[in-house]
């Protein structure tokens, strides 16, 4: 584990088995979003914090509580491919690391995550949209029993491209580690927060939680009112956030 990142848990929570979602904005700030609706849809409880020097110096404020802006979150829940999990857990954040952190981080995140037994890791990213009349979700897995998912639900895997920041890490480490890692990307509209874009990953990451029902019709009602929200957290930070230049590309892909 890098020495500049630490991850600081509230309390010590067991997620044996679980499924982690990772949600870190990229185009269309889709995990962003969808992973916000994941934790107030399922009632998850901020459990930890994942801390770093190089991290953006700002609070996250919600419900008047200040947090740190990379926060995990948890739930005693049943979900997984084959039940195979018994809670879920979320890492969320509304900025992109700068490029020097992100293999660090990702690292880090692997580490924890078998540390503390997690059965599988589960990437939310956006991508540039196609044919912006019919927006589309695919899947990228590490190991064939992640293929065997994308598979099983009918979720089309991408066979070409480019993945980067956290959750191209995260994939190519899962290969070499042969750890269970999926990415769920969603077309999205790069120029402005696509909330219906995360409406159609929370609707393909409800295929393969059974046990849970994520019912994205609010997520398609209430975007425009998200959309703000999150506009809101990016226009607070601006004034400290680290330049433009700094920041990693939202998301290549072919």
Known sequence: ???????????????????????????????????????????????????????????????????????????????????????????ISEFMPVVDIVKPLADTILAWTKKKKCSMIVSLEGTHAVNAKKLKTYGVASTPRMKETLKTHSIDETKEGMITGVTGVLLYEGVLLKRDVLCLLAEAHSSYPDSRAAGMLVETLDKILPGIKLDPEPLYKEADDIEQKIRAFIKQAQPTAPSTHQQLPTQMYG
Do not use: W
Not at 38 to 59: Q, V
Not at 78 to 91: E, K, L, M, T
């Open 1 to 91: 584990m890098d020495e500049d990142i630490q991850i600081i848990e509230y309390k010590d929570v067991n997620l044996t088995d679980a499924m982690l979602i990772e949600a870190f904005p990229t185009v269309g700030l889709v995990g962003s979003i969808a992973g916000h609706f994941i934790i107030d849809a399922l009632h998850l409880e901020e459990i930890g914090a994942i801390t770093s020097r190089y991290f953006m110096p700002a609070a996250v404020i919600h419900n008047g509580n200040p947090s740190p802006p990379v926060r995990i979150y948890a739930g005693k829940k049943i979900c997984g491919p084959d039940n195979s999990c018994s809670q879920i857990a979320v890492i």
